[in-house]
């Protein structure tokens, strides 16, 4: 079973970039998500600042993820960011 990469693709926070090695290691992907999802649910951080990291992240020299930078900008500016 993948329930995390099921909830990712039904909440919108599936990249297809992982669509690739979801199909070819179901198992790992699955555990990959869960540790990553884990940051984001835990509540630890507040999740404007999550998308802040997220923006860092997208946007880094080693990553480069146009389309994950402008998403997390837009949820980021919801969630009460400003360009300040």
Request: glycine content about 6%.
């Amino acid at each position: 079973a993948t329930t995390m990469c099921d909830q990712l693709r039904a909440t919108g926070n599936w990249n297809p970039a992982w669509d690739a090695i979801a199909e070819l290691d179901p198992v790992w992907a699955e555990k990959f998500m869960t540790m990553g999802a884990h940051t984001m649910m835990s509540g630890v951080l507040e999740p404007k600042v999550l998308e802040f990291l997220a923006i860092a992240v997208d946007s880094s020299c080693t990553h480069m993820y146009a389309p994950g930078t402008r998403r997390h900008i837009r949820k980021a500016l919801e969630l009460g960011a400003t360009k300040e």
